[in-house]
């Protein structure tokens, strides 16, 4: 594209250069013509010449501009080479005051919805790929470095160290007696009674054992230990059918109130308390608990690569999309995070930026500069020697016309 733009500069710069060469051919015939054919060749002449001269002129302007003409020192040429540390602070500044301050980027970002640009990009079926092989390879390869380690490090030490301060007693006080408001508390209780059963079904051939261990040989003899166990049996059976039935069996509504006390002994029995925070040091300290932590990030960290490297991506990008269009508190909280964060990035690293642009353009020698501007607008300087050349051949006409109303 660049290429192609340049080319077509240049057969412009070389369609320019022959008009000009088209003038002074049509001034020297012009000028031949008025003797040897006719005197009226002399608006030809007047067109020509003024022609040729508005073309030099515009010539040797656009020329000034980058360079020496015709690699004459001539004082006021290749004005852009020699002001290149000047035209350097100029954009930084114009940058800096014009499009890098807070005021002018969160006037600019008012009314631009990021929430429904980030919505459209998902939505997109593209996106989800071209989301999943980028944020999957950025990770893969944080993931790698010694510094991934190092952090995740210290973000294990930070949260044993953090667990290890705080204690626990309470907080597990306070979260049974939420659960128990809520009922939550339950369901656990409804398990343990179907564990029960269970457990009752698989160990009855124990307790029979048991029975009979434990009973004289006359009473086995007397089948007294059959009895026994039968009746053993089946009343645990119906205890634990009772208390699978009825939610408000009395065995039920002592285990709630002992759980209650037990929350509140959490809270408030220091010899609890105590016992509570010795087990949670011994824990801390066992070198399992440790390997635990880590190999439960590991599983985290491979499940998250799984996700993206799988169908997973794209299901996320659809309902992260969905969330943005539904959510009527989502979006605005987007918008207003994506200009903060904008306006952020203006006011504290405007400077910085304008910086860059200025020791950049400095940086530039004489010949990178002249290229770089001259090609970004040497279509339009063509255009400007067309102009000149064919405009001041029209002045020359006209000059002449008013000449000849004057004289005659």
């Not at 030490?157 to 667990?163: I, K, T």
């Amino acid at each position: 594209m660049e290429e192609e733009r340049l080319r077509s500069a240049r057969r412009l710069r070389a369609l320019a250069t022959g008009l000009l060469v088209v003038m002074a051919a049509l001034l020297l015939f012009s000028t031949w013509a008025m003797r040897a054919i006719h005197p009226e060749f002399v608006w030809l002449q007047a067109f020509s010449e003024a022609a040729l001269v508005g073309g030099l002129a515009d010539w040797f302007a656009v020329t000034a501009l980058f360079r020496h003409p015709m690699g004459l020192p001539i004082p006021h040429t290749a004005i852009i080479p020699r002001s290149r540390d000047r035209i350097g602070e100029s954009l930084a500044q114009f940058l800096r005051s014009n499009f890098l301050t807070p005021r002018i980027v969160g006037r600019r970002l008012e009314n631009f919805d990021a929430a429904t640009a980030i919505a459209g990009f998902l939505e997109r079926p593209q996106a989800a790929g071209r989301v999943r092989v980028a944020v999957a390879r950025l990770l893969r390869q944080l993931a790698a470095t010694p510094a991934a380690e190092a952090v995740l490090g210290r973000m294990h030490q930070g949260a044993m160290q953090r667990l290890a301060d705080t204690e626990i007693s309470p907080l597990l006080g306070r979260m049974l007696e939420a659960a128990m408001a809520d009922g939550r508390h339950q369901p656990v209780i409804d398990a343990l009674i179907a564990w029960g059963v269970r457990t009752l079904d698989s160990q009855e051939g124990l307790i029979r054992d048991m029975v009979k261990e434990r009973t004289a040989w006359l009473l086995r003899l007397l089948k007294v230990d059959d009895k026994v166990a039968d009746a053993i049996v089946a009343g645990l059976r119906g205890l634990l059918a009772d208390l699978r039935d009825n939610p408000e069996h009395p065995i039920r509504n002592k285990a709630d109130q002992a759980l209650a006390s037990f929350a509140r002994e959490l809270q408030e029995k220091p010899e609890l308390r105590a016992k509570v925070e010795r087990v949670k040091q011994e824990l801390l300290t066992n070198q399992a608990v440790s390997d635990w932590v880590e190999g439960l990030w590991a599983q985290v960290r491979q499940w998250l690569f799984g996700a993206l490297e799988g169908e997973g991506a794209g299901v996320i990008a659809r309902d992260m999309a969905a969330a943005l269009h539904q959510d009527p508190a989502l979006a605005p909280a987007i918008n207003q995070l994506v200009r903060r964060a904008v306006v952020g990035i203006a006011a504290d690293h405007g400077d910085a930026i304008v910086t860059l642009v200025s020791d950049t353009v400095k940086s530039w020698d004489a010949g990178t500069i002249t290229e770089k501007l001259e090609s970004a607008v040497m279509r339009d300087l063509q255009y400007i020697r067309f102009n000149g050349t064919l405009i001041g051949g029209l002045i020359g006409v006209v000059l002449h016309a008013v000449l000849l109303l004057a004289s005659g």
